[in-house]
Antibody, heavy 120, light 110 residues
Framework: QLQLQESGPGLVKPSETLSLTCTVSGGSISSSTYYWGWIRQPPGKGLEWIGGMYFGASTYYNPSLQSRVTISVDKSKNQLSLKLNSVTAADTAVFYC????????????WGKGTTVTVSS | QSALTQPRSVSGSPGQSVTISCTGTSSDVGGYNYVSWYQQHPGKAPTLTIYDVNKRPSGVPDRFSGSKSDNTASLTISGLQAEDEADYYCYSYAGSYTWVFGGGTKLTVL
């Protein structure tokens, strides 16, 4: 059974780069069977799709974040990573890693989320 | 890419039915039969409730149903129960491997 676990610093300073990882268990991060995504949720607000990686290679991003976001995989660690640069307080959120099966257009496996606060 | 439009809140009494709407455009909701709905309880990760407009994952009660007409998708919950009180988000494919969420709806069971 696929399981996802996000991790990373809980506090990031303004203008710095937010870096998170998502460890995948029960499946291979590089498998063409799955695709992966990052979603965030600011405090008291709704969900926002950040971007995703499909079939171990192609990445796609929310146009509103595209200039600041990079999603990649570390196959040796079976991890998905997220980097968001030039952060501001508006980037404070719970960040979720999620996955879906190839051919499906929804994410049916989610991590528990990790909270990141942007503050000096 | 703009967030899909959902009512901020809906409410209903136990046993009643409620419907949550999700309005997008022909580039997302109207363009594909790939609308899903997520339920989120406070402090928890979202869980899939409906996918592909009207399909239920195993384990989701048949009280939950989905539909779509043109650029608007809907989630109907019948026979409301206390545990249905949560936030609900629609989620639609928007082409070119991008997706968009709705703003979310808080369901209160009176």
């Amino acid at each position: 059974q696929l399981q996802l676990q996000e991790s990373g610093p809980g506090l990031v300073k303004p203008s710095e780069t937010l870096s998170l990882t998502c460890t995948v268990s029960g499946g291979s991060i590089s498998s063409s069977t799955y695709y992966w995504g990052w979603i965030r949720q600011p405090p008291g607000k709704g969900l926002e799709w950040i971007g995703g990686m499909y079939f171990g290679a192609s990445t796609y991003y929310n146009p509103s974040l595209q200039s600041r976001v990079t999603i990649s995989v570390d196959k040796s660690k079976n991890q998905l990573s997220l980097k968001l640069n030039s952060v501001t307080a508006a980037d404070t959120a719970v960040f979720y890693c999620a996955g879906g099966s190839r051919g499906n257009y929804y994410m049916d496996v989610w991590g528990k989320g990790t909270t990141v606060t942007v503050s000096s | 890419q703009s967030a899909l439009t959902q009512p901020r809140s809906v409410s209903g009494s136990p046993g009643q039915s409620v419907t949550i709407s999700c309005t997008g455009t022909s580039s997302d909701v109207g363009g594909y039969n790939y609308v899903s709905w997520y339920q989120q309880h406070p402090g928890k990760a979202p869980t899939l409730t409906i996918y592909d407009v009207n399909k239920r994952p195993s384990g989701v009660p048949d009280r939950f149903s989905g539909s779509k007409s043109d650029n608007t998708a809907s989630l109907t919950i019948s026979g409301l129960q206390a545990e249905d009180e949560a936030d609900y988000y629609c989620y639609s494919y928007a082409g070119s491997y991008t997706w968009v969420f709705g703003g979310g709806t808080k369901l209160t069971v009176l």
